[in-house]
């Protein structure tokens, strides 16, 4: 590893957006409660983008198993990657210029559409909203005090008892109702669905 040359990348990371000296873990987690030092989070890219006095390039490993990522911490000066199985399979892209590496990655890769313009706006998000009543009454603070809003999400507690494809009658009394009025205030809404099959009681 060059001194003067800078990793970026990878996804959900804790940390600084330099990797220099840091190391990673590449598996998708649920990391309810993370803190800063925990390393496998919610998404995993394996594509890394180095930049030095302007000139970049980037590598994508191309591998589905557990891997890791380490930029110089086991061994100063030196990065390196490696998978728990599967084929070592991993592409080059040259730039020189930034925007010519990550060209070359979404040509493999794939591009997706431009997102539906109320995806650009604002978008009101917690752990989480509930009984019905909250979130009603957070969508009309939002249009009260004239705050831009487009979207709301909903977390798990909307659910009855966690479970995927369910909605807790008590909390939601009138959720098809509530979707249809959010609606018509002009709001989208998210609903996490984390596909599980949960324990019967």
């Known amino acids: 590893m060059p001194e003067d ?23 998708n987690t649920d990391a309810f409660g993370w803190q800063e ?4 989070l919610y998404k995993d890219i394996p594509f890394i983008f180095a ?4 000139a970049s390039y980037g590598i994508f490993l191309d591998n589905t198993y557990r891997s ?3 930029f110089g911490k086991e061994q100063s000066g030196a990065y390196s990657f490696r ?22 990655l979404s040509e493999l890769v794939g ?7 109320f995806a650009l706006g604002y978008q009101q998000c917690r752990y989480s ?16 005090r004239k705050i831009p809003a487009d979207v709301i999400y909903l ?30 205030e002009g709001f989208k809404v998210v609903a996490i669905t984390d596909l599980h099959i949960a324990d019967l009681p």
Do not use: C
């Open 129 to 144: 909203y509930y009984p019905e009543s909250q979130v009603r009454q957070i969508a009309s603070e939002f249009r009260k």
């Open 51 to 54: 930049l030095r006095d302007g």
């Open 83 to 104: 998978a728990d199985g599967g084929d070592l399979d991993y592409y080059f892209f040259y730039g020189p210029e930034p925007k010519r590496v990550i060209k070359q």
């Open 5 to 27: 040359e800078h990793y970026f990348g990878l996804g959900d990371k804790t940390g600084p957006m330099d990797h220099r000296d840091l190391a990673f873990t590449m598996w």
């Open 155 to 184: 977390d798990i507690d909307y659910q009855k008892n966690n479970r995927p494809f369910t909605v807790d009658t008590e909390r939601f009394p009138n959720f098809q109702g509530m979707i249809k009025d959010l609606r018509a």
């Open 68 to 70: 890791s990522f380490d």
């Open 37 to 40: 030092s925990t390393d496998t």
């Open 111 to 117: 591009r997706i559409p431009l997102p539906p313009l």
